[in-house]
């Protein structure tokens, strides 16, 4: 077997209250990627969407991952062309670069026989991160790799760490608008008060104790974010509203997903989801924003090899 | 029934890594009271031990949250007639004053057929943490009424969560030096490293995760304070070489006790925590500094009624 077609899901990183440490893996959308094994040191890249990606491997977010990976491989004669279809919108917030790495290598380690770890491959996978964004940031890859909800308790070194949580319902709404990963951190300020720090390891505290014991207005009430939410969510129009009437619609909280500029919801039914998800449209149709919604749910599995 | 005996237990704010949102109740030492109820609304304190703490009931830890019992219950002629033997020594930051405060509020619940909720308990005992320290906090009450791990998301409104964890030993060592809190809370800076702050609050959510998935590991990994520690640690002689030295001897790790002067390390058997206690005894010996030193375990119960 040199062939391999896989879903690479698309994530949510900081899940409200724990920026930079928390991501969730989601059923949809999905690139979709057709890897074959070649038999010299190189990596080549075909692009069977829009998006106008690098093609130079050492620029691209899936290709230097597998470069890395490679050169770990040391004389080995092995290489990999990559066929990427992506249906993750770059620049959306849900970790379009993140599964286009994460897809690369969990790719690459099937037809490699799987003789890389989990933790190898988001540390490959963290490569195609810094290219996308300057920063080796593991939120969106760890997810996407171990499926569900992770813990990057530790980067330096890496620490990962699933968190089980009961069924949750996604709804996300990408308003068509450019938000940079590197602008969004940026306007960060890099000092804030004990006092809202403290009010956040609280949440997060409470949040990964509400997942872990299925506890779904815990979960509601730990959905508070007092540091960066309310500098990021300047850039995104509508944020408060679409927030506060999303939570009136039922659903149990949500913000924005990763630096966004997409905004997530979670619920306990797909029907509030979906109610959700009216929210979020007729509010943008308002505004006069073009934007892309999505329905969907937790992904236990991350990355899928497709039978 | 107008009588009561309880045992107030002694607990540790903070957990290293949960600076004023986690706390732990411990079997040992505890505070013995001896509560009558009384026909007319009043407070009386007696003393059994010899720490001289005020006897007047406003200005004492046990005495403010009964008149505030008091207050809320109107008209009612009924009062608290208080004897106290105080075992956990008021200073040693292992939780005294809110020994004094949770045991006379559930010995007073108990006396007048349990009408108050345990939250109400806490809001009572938390005006005996302002007579101690000048600030109301929960995260010594909380685990003393509550029993074992608890997780105070929110002081306002009040939200306190329990935690299951594994079996714990503890080793605690009380250095004979006096920290105040009001002073310990001082020295602490009002604004923190974003990058600080990130990294507790993924200690925090390992903690939390470590405790409820039993994984002794990874609540070892977690147990480290990056913000507070660094500068209350330098109120304690000998901080760092206990702390090593006792993670050298076995000890999952640990950390400053509340505000100290204790420290305090986990460990997985009541043989290791016994060697740690030995680690501790040798270092203080050498510095020249007296000290008492318990080794106790989880107490899962909270204050407890004689029967």
Redesign the interface.
Same mark, same amino acid.
């Given at each position: 077997m040199n062939e391999v077609k896989i879903y690479a899901p698309a994530t949510i990183a900081n899940l409200v209250?724990?920026?930079?440490? $928390?991501g969730m893996c989601l059923e949809e959308p999905c690139d979709i990627m057709e890897m074959k094994l070649l038999g010299e040191k190189k990596v080549v890249l075909h692009s069977r969407d829009g998006f106008n990606l690098p093609a130079d491997p050492a620029q691209n977010t899936a290709g230097a991952p597998l470069l890395a990976m490679l050169e770990e491989l040391g004389q080995e004669q092995v290489g990999f062309e990559l066929t990427i279809e992506k249906h993750i919108k770059p620049g959306s917030g849900i970790g379009s670069s993140a599964a286009s790495a994460a897809g690369a290598v969990v790719a690459a380690n099937h037809l490699l026989g799987n003789r890389f770890s989990k933790p190898d491959l988001v540390r490959f996978a963290m490569l195609g991160e810094k290219v996308a964004s300057g920063v080796k940031h593991a939120d969106n890859i760890a997810p996407c790799i171990y499926g569900g909800i992770t $813990?990057?308790?530790?980067i330096f070194p890496l620490?990962i760490?699933t968190?089980p949580a009961p069924a949750l319902h996604i709804t996300v709404v990408h308003p068509l608008i450019e938000v940079r990963t590197s602008d969004a951190r940026q306007i960060?300020?890099?000092?804030?008060?004990?006092?809202d720090?403290?009010?956040?390891?609280?949440?997060?505290?409470?949040?990964?104790?509400g997942f872990?014991?299925s506890d779904y207005a815990?979960i509601g009430?730990?959905l508070e974010d007092v540091?960066i939410e309310p500098v990021r969510s300047m850039l995104i129009p509508g944020f408060d509203e679409v927030k506060n009437s999303c939570i009136a619609a039922g659903a149990l909280g949500g913000g924005i997903s990763g630096s966004g500029p997409s905004i997530f919801m979670l619920s306990t039914s797909q029907q509030i989801a979906r109610s959700v998800e009216m929210v979020m449209q007729e509010i943008f149709d308002r505004i006069g924003l073009a934007y892309h919604t999505y329905v969907t749910s937790v992904n236990t599995q991350g990355v899928r090899i497709h039978k």
């Open positions: 209250c724990g920026f930079d440490v $928390l $813990l990057i308790r530790s620490d760490i968190i960060l300020r890099k000092e804030v008060l004990l006092k720090a403290i009010r956040q390891w609280g949440n997060i505290a409470g949040l990964v104790a872990m014991k815990l009430r730990s540091i």
